[in-house]
């Protein structure tokens, strides 16, 4: 039985006075029948780890460099995400892989160095609006998973994130179908390259417009694990039903 994991990416949103929206979501959740996961901006980990501390609410951050240490002015590393309360960092998120030119190799290294450094590692993989019209989803995310997934992943240290492009802050979402194919695909192509144990135990999350008023009928497709949230995630009170809606599914 797979557990649930609904998981809050804040992205650039969020200073000092937004913390009591962790604490009010670990006050309300000292104990949880799925996991929960908030990764705030890099400036707040320390502060957010210590406020959901003894909750069942965990921190995790939104990128590290592949390197554990060295000369990289104004990148993170991955010890030291955890060294500040991280259990979680997001890697390959197509913010990421568009504004930074992220290859799926580079997302591959930092995957690595996410799980050398005991990190959880959240790897998203996605389509655009102009490559599902042109009926490339399933090329694309199979593409991405093969060049992006290291060796070293497992079902406990690693979770996918199918987050359509085009379904990003915009709104929109794909049809239950639609959803459904990519979930049963990236498990078989998971099965491919690790082996049908951990396919059978790697969650795999939707991510992509999820709300309070969507998420009990994406969490009832079938391969759906959870949600990788992002603007319903800022807010407990938004975040809260989305959490409630995966527990009850």
Known sequence: MRRRLAAGNWKMNGTRQNLPEIAALAAAHPVAAVDILICPPATLLAQAATLAEG?????GAQDCHPAPSGAHTGDIAAPMLADAGA???ILGHSERRA???ETSALVAAK?????DAGLLAILCLGETLAQREDAQTIAVVTEQLRASLPDSATATNTVLAYEPVWAIGTGLT???AQIAEVHGVLRACIA???GAPEADQMRLLYGGSVKPDNAAAIFAIADVDGALVGGASLRARDFAPIIAALGSA
Do not use: C
């Not at 909750?55 to 921190?59: G, K, L």
């Not at 995957?111 to 799980?115: G, L, S």
């Open 192 to 194: 491919e390259h690790l």
């Open 87 to 89: 259990r979680a960092v």
């Open 99 to 101: 504004d930074h030119a």
């Open 174 to 176: 794909p049809s239950a």
């Open 111 to 115: 995957t690595r160095a996410a799980h």
């Open 55 to 59: 909750s069942a609410v965990t921190i």
